[in-house]
């Protein structure tokens, strides 16, 4: 597993907790050396905190990869397949745990010798400290093959096995492109507000338009659906993510770089070249450029 963030850990330390074979792969020494003095992995439920002594190495001590969940952040997708193809074996299975569209198939041609498959998570969690894990919330995990229809693989038995609740779809691309309109209309209306996804129940003057325009875009790349049920689904997982900070607003406290380019950013380029006129998108998409750029954060 190479991405031991939120989703990622909280992966880890289930499919360790179920007896199951995991190693965390590091970016490098100091990384390592980090994890070794925090005692391994923390994660922290409703239920219960542990501590999970979960093995780790670094890339140049990887053994040969046949199942790998790739679960960094998106702008880092691609440079960590370069560093991992001479460790995936041919054949291998990768999920791809990343927010947004556009680097799920930029990795698969990367690792063109593996067998790459996209997961669309609904689950929340956040990361308290660099290695301890809090869940914050139930959801679903959907998996599919990014380009045909195919049988689940029978290893989504061990996914149940560990409490990682996932459902295959033959449709996975319907999938991620809901989970991209909803991150498109929640997340940078947090960062601009600075708030929790429950402090904009109240916004629905700003909700509604961008709503709209991201129901006409979801239409064109052939996803049904109203800017009614959209803007109703959106209410939802507001209501249902009241508490939670978005992973947008996380980054931008934290001074870290943000996956805009492949949520409010895929989406607007994805118009431009369908000559979609999104203009209340736009100007989100500009906003949010701007609100980084004072911050001194990448605007891409």
């Known amino acids: 597993m190479l991405g031991a963030g939120s989703l990622g850990g909280l992966w880890a330390a289930r499919l360790y907790g179920a007896g199951l074979p995991v190693c965390l792969i590091l970016r490098d020494q100091v990384r390592l050396a980090a994890y070794q003095e925090a005692s391994g992995l923390s994660l922290t439920s409703a239920e219960r905190a542990v501590s999970l002594p979960i093995p780790a190495c670094t890339l140049a001590d990887a053994p040969p990869i046949r199942r790998l969940l790739l679960a960094c952040k998106a702008y880092d997708a691609v440079p960590a397949a370069l560093d991992l193809k001479p460790y995936v074996q041919t054949g ?40 301890h894990i809090q869940a914050a919330g139930a959801g679903q995990n959907w998996i599919g093959a990014l380009t045909h229809h195919e049988s689940p693989p029978s290893w989504l038995e061990e996914l149940d096995a560990a409490n990682i609740p996932n459902a295959w779809t033959d449709d996975i691309a319907t999938r991620l492109w809901r989970k991209l309109a909803l991150n498109c209309a929640i997340n940078p209306l947090t960062v601009l507000h600075d708030c929790t996804n429950g402090q904009l129940a109240t916004s629905t003057d700003e909700l509604e338009p961008v709503c709209a325009e991201l129901s006409v875009l979801l239409n064109a790349n052939g996803v049904p659906g109203t800017p009614e049920d959209l803007l109703a689904e959106t209410q939802r997982v507001i209501t249902a993510t009241a508490h939670n900070l978005s992973s947008m607003l996380q980054d931008v ?19 431009q070249r369908r000559h979609l006129a999104l203009p209340a998108l736009q100007n989100l998409h500009e906003r949010l450029r701007h609100h980084l750029a004072v911050r001194g954060l990448p605007v891409d």
């Open 92 to 131: 291998a299975d990768v999920l791809l745990l990343q927010n947004g569209l556009g680097s799920q198939h930029a990795v698969a041609s990367v690792l063109d010798h593996a067998h790459c498959l996209a997961v669309s998570s609904t689950e929340g969690a956040f990361r308290r400290s660099a290695f």
């Open 253 to 271: 406290r934290a001074a870290r770089r943000t996956e805009i380019a492949y949520l409010l950013g895929y989406a607007c380029t994805d118009a």
